[in-house]
């Protein structure tokens, strides 16, 4: 039996085991079966997955994605989780810059093919940087959008043959607010402005969502886009 069928074993049954658990006995569990074999990954909205997991597993590698069409206040999370927290902060490029693919693709791909420019400045990188690991963990909820609802706390990336953990898939938006309040966790100053899911800057891949619209509404919006691809 390969070492990949042992992980997809392995994540199968954690689903099970682990889907009553809290966020900080998961990833407990993928520390101790992974090591420095697991990483955690960040769109720097909050730190709150990073935090959760730097409490079970000081020095935890956290993945984060500069695609080039950040915010600065993205930027700017990022920088303070890499100061402020027991974590080691790793930082992933396309291959291109957006000059460089601008010059190939002419400017604004963002506008005219979302999913093209998501696969170049988020997929690809993504799957390149998680090459030195064996599982990794995202914020996903459940609650956040449709597409999300049925995300497993632990479940086997058969993309990427690797084991995939969201700990927080059963948490709401009242129980993030809960623990940033009780934990001082870090936040993007986005969020105060009205954002409430914070992605890359051109308008068309976030925007503020209109009123009584839930919370990834502005990302893609009009488009018909859900999601980036990284979680497909």
Known sequence: MSLATDYEALANAAAVELEEAPAQEI???????????????SSMEDAVVAHLASSVFPG???VFLDTGYHFAETIGTRDAVAAVLPVNVITLKPLQTVAEQDARYGANLHDRDPDLC??????EPLNRGLGGYDAWATGLRRDESPSRANTPVVA??????????????????????????????????????GYTSIGCSPLSCTAKPGEGEQGRAGRWAGSG???????L
């Open 27 to 41: 990833l407990r569990w993928a520390a101790e079966h992974f090591g420095k074999r697991f990483c955690v990954t």
């Open 60 to 62: 935890v590698d956290v």
């Open 118 to 123: 998501c696969s170049l400045r988020k997929v």
């Open 156 to 193: 086997w990336d058969a993309k990427r043959r690797k084991v995939k953990l969201a700990p927080i898939a059963r948490w709401t938006q009242a129980d993030v607010d809960a623990y940033v309040a009780a934990n001082g966790v870090l936040l993007n100053p986005l969020l105060w402005e």
């Open 225 to 231: 886009k859900t999601e980036c691809g990284i979680h």
